[in-house]
């Protein structure tokens, strides 16, 4: 990926960046197209199902591509890497480079809406797909105060297993822990494991649940967690905080730095690795219902079945994003309206959307952005395929007043 140089040319860059982006929008009838975006974990090994070369995963000494990001205005916290790491490039007609962060911050009104920008600076969400070769270290995110000392934002996330995902090695993911540590406040039970920092053990005390194909759960930041081998697309808060709690991972010891890497040194000094115990949302980790309160299966979207598709929930029980997925039938059409701005990915299929052509596993052709004003107007769909047209939009913060809430079960 490129840097934009407009920022450091002269001081109307913001006018030429305005321009560009205005342009865009108004030769895309209000839908810009976005380059793929690829992010390398050192720590991860690839599942090497995200539809690259064999030899475009490897990038040394950053590690193994392990993620496609999704429309996305947040950088990758990689210590080794690119500044632009993890940053969407939009389409341009010209060699420009110029970042969706850059686009949203000087077209905001355009692309997010005039009264949505009122309150909300910036899309507000970010979409990965995940893609491991085994299981996902045992860790958290930092909920929304301890997250703040830090100066970061939290990571509240949302997992969906497409209907065709590659399972993997290891398909379960552990969630929280056992009730009883919450029940009895027995949290420290878990310290010698951070103090001792020698093995994965700590995963005894949490529970494990199985990665179902066309099926997903919601977490909440400060619950500890191990995603499992599945393909998965994620949705969360524009963050990429967190903090390792698991040793000892695919025969190595992992730098016990991953453990404090977002705790203030402060913090760390007088507290050691209780600072860690005091970070983890004991009450939602040792739920007893967790099941029930977190998982989430597809929903049909009421009112949206037509005779060319349909569209489901797939990312609910949370207004700080959500997603859908909506399926057009084989030579048909579907006519789309939401409630204001989102990102797509294609996942299934060929076809039109309003006036571009999108197709999967085509990395020029299936990301876009909706700005608000044509999402809110109808937009037609067309699937040109011998097969189902699958497509997932991505919204953030605020936008879907109607998405679904789980029922709360409680003792």
Known sequence: MKDSKLKDEHPGQSKKINNIVSKLLEDGNGIIRLKSTWVARSEFKSGKNLGLEEGEYDKGERGEITERWIGSTTKADNIIGPEDEGLSYIYTDNDISITLKEAVDYQKELIIGKDYSLKHTELGMLTKVLDYSDRIIFHYHQKKKDAALMGKNPKEEAYYFPEDAFLGKHPETFFGVHPYIAEKNNHDIILPYLVEWNSDLILKHSRAYIQVRDDGFHLPA??????????????????????????????????????????????????????????????????????????????????????????????????????????????????????????????????????????????????????????????????SGNGDLQIFKFFGPDINADVPMLPVYRM
Request: with cysteine; aromatic share 12%; net charge neutral.
């Open 222 to 383: 400060g619950i500890p967690h191990a995603p499992g081998s599945a393909l998965t697309i994620e949705i969360q808060e524009c963050s990429d905080i967190y903090g390792n709690l698991q040793a000892l991972y695919m025969g190595k010891i992992m730098p016990k730095e991953t453990l404090f890497c977002n705790v203030r040194e402060e913090d760390r000094e007088i507290l050691g690795e209780k600072a860690i115990i005091n970070q983890i949302d004991w009450v939602k980790s040792g739920d007893p219902f967790f099941y029930e309160n977190r998982h989430t299966p597809p929903v049909p979207v009421k009112g949206s079945k037509q005779e060319g598709g349909e569209e489901y929930w797939i990312f609910y029980n949370t207004k700080k994003f959500n997603g859908k997925k909506l399926v057009v039938h084989p030579n048909s059409s579907y006519i789309s309206k939401d409630k204001g701005v989102y990102s797509i990915l294609v996942w299934k299929g060929k076809g039109k959307i309003d006036a571009h052509y999108v197709e999967v596993n085509s990395f020029n052709y299936d990301e876009l952005v909706v700005s608000y004003d044509k999402a809110i107007k109808p937009i037609k769909i067309e699937n």
